[in-house]
């Protein structure tokens, strides 16, 4: 998967649908939904970057995101919305019997 560096966060070329896909079909992977405030977080602390960069997927959540990837590349950054992510994985993992774990993290501080 194509990913880009913007600030210190190396965020994915995906879609919504590609990362449903991903967490019914494999297990273990870790998604950063990445808006501007934690690509600003990961710039300002090494230990919040190399945490987020080690994610499987790393997407671009937010308008602001999107359209700043579109334009650094010139190439189709679409949204890939915290939100829709989870509806639509859950609704896909229903139908094939599967379970999924989700971790919300709110703040991170490094000790």
Do not use: W
């Not at 913007?6 to 939904?33: C, F, H, P, W, Y």
């Not at 579109?70 to 189709?76: A, D």
């Amino acid at each position: 998967m194509k990913t880009t560096k913007v600030l210190q966060t190396n965020v994915s070329q995906t879609s919504i649908d590609e990362v449903s896909n991903i967490l019914n079909k494999t297990a273990g992977n870790r998604i950063a939904i990445c808006n501007a405030n934690t690509l600003v977080r990961s710039a300002r602390n090494s230990y919040i970057a190399d945490l987020i960069n080690n994610f499987t997927i790393r997407t671009p959540d937010g308008f602001p995101v999107a359209k700043a990837l579109s334009m650094l590349t010139k190439q189709n950054f679409p949204r890939v919305d915290g939100y829709k992510v989870f509806l639509q994985t859950i609704e896909a993992g229903l139908d094939r019997n599967r379970s999924h774990y989700f971790l919300v993290v709110m703040n991170l501080q490094q000790n």
